[in-house]
């Protein structure tokens, strides 16, 4: 014997349900709803989108018949017949019948994949897809944000577990060229954000649900408002984001708008016209420097010396080293020894210099002779592929940015590139 779900599941796929009194209320509701949402502008273009479970509370809320508003059409125009009937699972039962030119052939809502994952994973009961332009530009106030946060608001009460002093957050996910390829990003937010009722989608516009139509229609006439307060708070430069609603963080704004993608907090206020870049962080890793190049330079500067002792560069590192150690010698710097003259032959020199960068290397001496030989070992180095640089994989595409902005980069301490 059949049980009482599966009676009732049974019974909500016949012919007589599809056109009892429930169902007939749901699709007219979709289609008073389209309408309504028209004059606000979150179904304009044909954009937007709208579903519902049908009302019949003998039927568990998991096992009731979906309505969506179809795709692609006029929507202050559709009438309970437009709509198209699905049921639980997502099988289509029900389609409009289609219309003369230049009405499309009919085609359910491009948001019904988007509108079953709320379903499914939420219990929801209805589920509004709006373009509400608030919804668009809130999106897009801090390009790399993945939620938009907002507190000490009254309209904060209308959201669903949440009070005047709660932190709503919603979670952004990217848009994609169409709509069902938000499938997964739409069910990962859904997924990592439990409390939330919402999911914006950036340069496009939010879903909203709840478990009933009306719950949905109340949050989402919440969210148009508070997003809207953000845009008109963020133009005041007032933060909407703690409980004071201060000023708002110079720095905050900037980097939304003017330097999207520049990562920490070097933003100016004014558009970008320089980036002062180190090796450390752009080509290497800060350690790089200190557990790689410095015993490089440190095990080779004999190598070096033996190796290029007669070139001019070299000869031109000697001669600066010798006048700092000289100075060393003369003010008792402990590790100085004296360099005997060329004449002594370039093995006695090597040796005496070696002992000295070592020492200065040891006490990490700053000066301009050690560096410069430093700098020569290094090239030799990377020259001989002996040493590697790493080019982190935001460094390219931020040099590409900045190239295509014309901001010109420059090495700390060295010539503009
Ligand atoms: C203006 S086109 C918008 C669509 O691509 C979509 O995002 C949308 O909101 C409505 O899809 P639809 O298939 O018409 O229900
Ligand atoms: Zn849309």
Not at 4 to 33: F, P, Q, S
Not at 121 to 136: D, Q
Not at 245 to 271: D, F, M, T
Request: aromatic content about 8%; some cysteine; overall charge negative.
């Amino acid at each position: 014997m059949a049980s009482c779900c599966e009676t009732e599941a049974a019974a909500v796929t016949t012919e007589a349900y599809l056109a009892g009194a429930a169902v007939r209320e749901a699709r007219e509701l979709v289609a008073e709803l389209c309408r309504h949402f028209y004059a606000p502008g979150w179904v304009t273009g044909t954009g937007g989108s709208i579903t519902v479970k049908v009302n019949d509370p003998a039927v568990p809320l998991a096992d009731r018949l979906i309505v969506m508003s179809p795709s692609g059409v006029q929507k202050e125009r559709m009438v309970a017949a437009d709509m198209y009937v699905f049921s639980a699972d997502g099988k289509v039962l029900s389609e409009p019948a289609a219309k003369p030119w230049p009405n499309k052939p009919p085609k359910c809502t491009d948001c019904a994949p988007l509108f079953m994952k709320a379903y499914q994973m939420r219990g929801a009961g209805a589920v509004i897809h709006s373009h509400g332009i608030e919804t668009c530009i809130a999106s897009m106030l801090d390009p790399g944000a993945k939620e938009f946060r907002m507190t000490h608001m009254e309209m904060l009460k209308a959201i669903k577990g949440h009070g005047y002093r709660d932190e709503l957050v919603i979670p952004i996910i990217e848009n994609t060229p169409y709509e069902y390829e938000l499938t997964d990003s739409l069910s990962e937010a859904i997924a990592a954000y439990p409390k939330a009722t919402a999911v914006l989608v950036r340069n496009h516009g939010i879903f909203v649900w709840g478990d009933s139509w009306i719950s949905a229609k109340t949050q989402a006439e919440s969210y148009h408002y508070l997003l809207d307060a953000a845009i008109k708070l963020y133009q005041l430069g007032i933060d909407w984001t703690t409980p004071e609603h201060g000023p708002v963080n110079r720095a905050k704004r900037s980097r939304s708008i003017l330097n999207p993608g520049i990562p920490n907090e070097c933003h100016a206020a004014e558009p970008l016209k320089c980036v002062v870049l180190d090796i450390e962080g752009t080509t290497t890793p800060i350690s790089f420097v200190t557990d790689v190049m410095f015993p490089y330079a440190r095990d080779n500067v004999r190598k070096h010396l033996t190796s290029t002792f007669y070139s001019e560069e070299t000869k031109e590192d000697i001669k600066l080293l010798r006048v700092q150690i000289e100075d060393d010698l003369r003010n008792g710097i402990p590790g100085a020894v004296p360099v005997p003259p060329d004449e002594a032959g370039k093995e006695e020199v090597i040796n005496s210099l070696v002992a000295n960068v070592e020492s200065m290397i040891e006490a990490d001496w700053k000066v301009t002779s050690l560096k410069q030989l430093q700098g020569h070992i290094w090239r030799t180095g990377f020259e001989r592929e002996e040493i590697h640089g790493v080019i982190f994989e935001d460094v390219p595409e931020a040099l590409k940015n900045w190239n295509s902005r014309n901001i010109k980069k420059q090495k700390r301490n060295q010539e503009l590139f």
